[in-house]
């Protein structure tokens, strides 16, 4: 006899809530670095990329672009 008891295990929760995967430029206003990072917007248009700071330490001063 087979057990089956796995299949259902590994739901796409991707599947669930369709998240739009953007581009976003970061340009320091500081020190004028720029990155390039991968974000995700979520259903108020933010965008949520994980980036903390600048390698100046500046946190806070940031141009943020979406490249499409
Ligand atoms: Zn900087």
Redesign the pocket.
Same mark, same amino acid.
């Given at each position: 006899m087979r057990s089956d008891t796995l299949a259902s295990q590994g739901v796409n929760e991707e599947m669930m809530l369709p998240s739009q995967r953007v581009k976003v430029h970061i340009r /320091?206003k500081?020190?004028g670095?720029t990155f390039i990072l991968r974000g995700v917007r979520d259903a108020k248009g933010h965008i949520e990329t994980g980036f903390k700071r /600048?390698? /100046?330490d500046?946190e806070d001063e940031f141009d943020v672009e979406p490249l499409h």
């Open positions: /320091c500081k020190c670095e /600048c390698l /100046c500046n």
